[in-house]
């Protein structure tokens, strides 16, 4: 059975994407420092860990890894995908440098360490990487300085590990706009006319929902594609290629 570790499991995101891949066949490893409810319904297995403290910790990181090789058994290590997120919005005068090491250690670093710590086995099973990027690595706004500049990074990482691993390794990324998750309603708590006027900006006059990601995540996975390799896919409704001018 393939096995596939996915970070920011407990998230909007990733306990749908958690589900999806559960209903098709893999054998999930979660890991997020917490564990909701959502996922204690399903047959997975779950790491609590905290990503910031693994990148720091190399004594973590060796129980981590134990930890899932223990799991897997007899199964292979198919694939990593690198969902956890920290998102710091907030005028760049006033980020903190801690702010700034976290949100790196969460977004980037760790993407970096599993990938290298895991990286003989997914070499072993011809596997795959794919990195959860965001529409800021390219197009962002004010305030969000921290977490555009970390998914720009994150792009560029998967980039230069296609050309570096791709003989064994496909690594491929995924660029969401808006995604109708609980922390994207959280900053519209205010106002829920917002997100009607947010779906009015993209193109196709709706917000993505996570299944549509699950479903990139499914097709990237497909090794069947194999010269899948390096790719960027923008999921956002149209809004990656719309400029907004006053006329």
């Not at 403290?53 to 292979?76: M, P, R, T």
């Not at 072993?124 to 800021?136: A, C, F, L």
Request: glycine share 6%.
């Amino acid at each position: 059975m393939k096995s596939v570790l996915i970070t920011g499991a407990a998230g909007g995101l990733g306990r749908i994407i958690c589900k999806e891949l559960n209903h098709y066949g893999y054998k999930v490893i979660a890991t997020d420092f917490k564990k909701s409810d959502y996922l204690k319904e399903m047959e997975i297995e779950f790491i609590k860990s905290d990503l910031n403290f693994i990148v720091n910790n190399k004594l973590e990181l060796e129980k981590f890894k134990k930890k899932v090789i223990s799991i897997l058994g007899n199964n292979e290590l198919y694939a990593i995908i690198n969902n956890a997120a920290f998102q710091k919005v907030e005028k760049f005068e006033k980020i903190t440098i801690e702010d700034w090491n976290y949100t790196l250690s969460v977004n980037l670093l760790a993407p970096i360490i599993l990938s290298k710590t895991f990286l003989e086995e997914l070499k072993t099973n011809r596997g795959t990487i794919i990195n959860i990027s965001s529409i800021h690595s390219s197009l962002t706004k004010q305030e969000f300085s921290c977490y555009a500049t970390s998914k720009a990074a994150l792009t560029g990482l998967t980039k230069s590990l296609a050309i570096e691993l791709g003989k064994n390794i496909r690594v491929n990324a995924i660029e969401p706009a808006a995604i109708d998750t609980d922390m994207l309603r959280q900053g519209f708590q205010k106002s829920q006319k917002l997100i009607r006027e947010l779906e009015k900006f993209h193109p196709s006059e709706i917000i993505g929902n996570p299944i549509d990601i699950c479903n990139a995540v499914l097709f990237l996975l497909d090794p069947t594609n194999k010269f899948l390799n390096g790719s960027i896919l923008q999921i956002g409704g149209g809004i990656h290629h719309r400029l907004h001018d006053p006329f």
